[in-house]
């Protein structure tokens, strides 16, 4: 009985946190085309109205670890489920993402994509999308901000593993900026699939910048033994053992 009514609250949860999407998304449309200022506004107050909201109908509280980065960083991040890209546009004053070129055509996120600079790129053609960023950022073209980078280039389920993707290090090489590791253990609580959502404290923990300088190698290196250490002990903590 527990488990179906908590089955019902999670269908509650995510209807309600779509209409929402759509209520705050369009509302904001018009303030965006007056400053573009506004479409951060929406962004940040959508983030907190899902994590108050699950909060209290889901009972599925959340925590931000660490010194979230408000200067010009990449953020390589550890990706499990739609929270924690909730988690960090919460916690950063301009972030962007590079996405599947898809989630264009979706209504509203694909608009908001548009006004914060994310970069849509094909599966098939991320080398092409990461030579694009790394001359818009050497020509001054792209906005200032927080690009976060999945370096496992997809959702990876609690206690899965998946290899990184040499994508992030290209980036930190060619534009020199420093990258800041962020773990989570979202997906113990939030899966990839499905609608059941479970209790308990879902955290993002951005860890020490890696300065530019390193090899290619030693970044993707030091890189996914930060994200991949941080993540491990967050997801221990909400209680779900994972083989190291």
């Not at 609250?9 to 929402?20: A, E, K, T």
């Not at 599925?60 to 924690?84: M, N, T, W, Y």
């Amino acid at each position: 009985m527990r488990h179906a009514f908590q089955w019902l609250r999670s269908l509650v949860f995510i209807v309600q946190m779509y209409i929402m999407l759509a209520v705050i998304g369009f509302g904001f449309v018009p303030l965006i085309w007056f400053n573009k200022k506004y479409a951060m506004v929406a962004i940040h107050s959508y983030c907190r109205w899902v994590r108050w909201t699950a909060s209290w109908m889901i009972g599925l509280r959340s925590e931000i670890r660490g010194d979230p980065p408000s200067d010009e960083v990449l953020i390589g991040a550890k990706h499990q489920s739609f929270f924690d890209i909730i988690l960090i546009a919460s916690a950063v004053p301009a972030p962007k993402y590079i996405m599947k070129k898809q989630l264009t055509w979706a209504p509203v996120i694909g608009l908001y994509a548009k006004y914060t600079n994310s970069i849509p790129v094909d599966r098939g053609k991320r080398g092409q999308a990461i030579k694009q960023m790394v001359e818009d950022v050497r020509s001054g073209t792209a906005k200032p901000g927080q690009l976060v980078i999945f370096p496992q280039g997809t959702r990876v389920a609690a206690g899965a593993k998946k290899p990184y993707k040499v994508g992030t290090g290209v980036l930190y090489r060619e534009t020199g900026q420093p990258c800041v590791p962020a773990s989570t253990n979202v997906g113990v609580f939030w899966k990839r699939h499905g609608i059941m959502r479970y209790p308990g404290l879902a955290v993002v923990e951005f860890h020490p910048r890696i300065e530019p300088g390193l090899s290619l190698e030693d970044f993707m290196s030091k890189l996914e033994e930060t994200v991949e250490a941080g993540s491990n002990a967050l997801m221990k903590e909400a209680g779900l053992e994972v083989e190291t």
